[in-house]
């Protein structure tokens, strides 16, 4: 009796907790996100040496492997870990090195280029909105030139304002300066606690394994093990494709631009790729202000941009993302487009990135349990021929393995 107490006990304290916990968060939501905020710029410094470790792990291991061999007959252990954390960063330094080398000047002379050149390329698009208006029998011209005259006489009341606005604008400098020091900071020190991640990676699993199997009995370790390797896993595939399919993209749509002359392709190439590693959206996102450069350059030429970049979409989607992503994220679009809105909304850009694979992983222990909720009704499967197929779960490639071992 007393054991079915304690389980009525904590099956009501779990049913009181399940429905007051969204109460709470619902009602006190801006207390939450803000102590939420908080957290994660004191924790910044291991968010940024988790995240480099965690992308930075798949290249370590190839190469660990490969000096691994070549060290297979000595007895130095360290060493070869030691000898791949030099050369995977070495990597990581020299990639970013060719990026600096190859792409950022040419981005920062297309900038300059683009400003210097920007009246030319409004008064090219007043000339176009005209050209529209004259057509259709529309007087725009007079509004215009009125709005024009009005900017030029209101010269003192704009002195005026930016004298008000001095002293809000130097602390903002100074706020800016001192955010940009903690930035350095923090990703130095990220970058120390990247390289004891990559170092004491297996002393670190096997201490999280000795955790698990203290705290829970074994049906439970199992189940946990087995959430956490799917959840890595995911995690690192979705991370090192999306990182990989942005690069192609920019790539892609840089050669692409060149072949049809497009002014500014580095510049909007690059746009273009940062803004890919976004699911869904940034597509979207990246398209907009690339789109409004070229309608200042040349407004002909937008509508054939568009058109290209509608085609490049499909490709990638198509061709490049089922091959580079693969199947570890295997959620339908309506649920990564729900999961982007969701995510986006709360968190932002961080949210919409790290949406797709949680809700992926939602989604698949989710469709699990409903299989097995079905397999014993035959009422629901009489007169099927056969049972839907099962996707496998992410294959474990170096995100992770909580699974016990005979030997640690």
């Known amino acids: 009796i007393l054991h079915m107490d304690k389980r009525l006990f904590k099956t009501i304290v779990l049913a009181v907790l399940v429905c007051l916990i969204p109460v709470v968060v619902v009602w006190k939501f801006d207390e939450i996100r803000t102590v939420f905020s908080f957290v994660l710029m004191v924790i910044r410094p291991l968010i940024i040496g988790g995240a480099s470790a965690f992308i930075l792990n798949r290249p370590f291991n190839a190469i660990h492997r490969g000096v691994g061999f070549l060290f297979r007959r000595t007895k130095l252990v360290k060493l070869p870990y030691i000898i791949s954390i030099v050369l ?16 950022i000047p040419e981005f920062i002379e297309n900038i300059k280029m683009f400003v210097g050149n920007f009246d030319d390329y409004y008064n090219n698009l007043v000339d176009f909105i005209n050209n529209l208006a004259a057509k259709y029998n529309i007087n725009i011209s007079e509004e215009i030139e009125r709005y024009q005259l009005a900017e030029r006489l209101d010269i003192s009341g704009k002195l005026s304002e930016f004298a008000e606005m001095l002293p809000s604008l130097l602390w903002s400098m100074v706020d ?10 923090d990703l130095a020190i990220g970058v120390v606690i990247s390289v ?12 999280s394994k000795r955790l698990l199997a203290a705290m829970m009995s074994e049906k439970r370790y199992h189940q946990v093990a087995g959430v956490l390797r799917t959840i890595l896993n995911t995690f690192a595939n979705f991370v090192n494709g999306q990182l990989i399919e942005a690069c192609i993209l920019g790539i892609l749509c840089f050669i692409g631009m060149s072949i049809f002359g497009f002014k500014y392709a580095v510049l909007i190439s690059v746009i273009m790729a940062v803004t890919n590693v976004i699911p869904i959206v940034g597509p979207i996102l990246g398209t907009i202000p690339a789109a409004l450069i070229l309608l200042l350059v040349k407004p002909q030429s937008v509508l ?18 089922p091959r580079v992503v693969g199947s570890s994220v295997g959620l339908p679009a309506f649920w990564v487009l729900l999961s982007i809105t969701i995510g986006g909304g709360l968190f932002g850009v961080l949210g919409m990135v790290a949406a797709v694979p949680t809700a992926s992983v939602i989604y698949y222990y989710g469709r699990d349990a409903v299989a097995k909720k079905l397999k014993n009704k035959k009422w629901f499967s009489r007169g099927k021929k056969q049972k839907p197929e099962q996707e496998e779960p992410p294959q474990d490639t170096g995100g992770g393995n909580f699974a016990p071992q005979q030997q640690e």
């Open 304 to 321: 054939w941009f568009i058109l290209f970049i509608i085609l490049l979409q499909q490709f990638e989607s198509n061709v490049i993302y």
């Open 196 to 207: 004891y991640l990559l170092a004491e990676k297996r002393k670190y699993k096997a201490q």
């Open 88 to 103: 995977v960063y070495l990597l990581f330094l020299g990639i970013l090195t060719g990026i600096v080398v190859a792409i």
């Open 176 to 185: 800016t300066t001192r955010s940009i020091i903690g930035v350095v900071t």
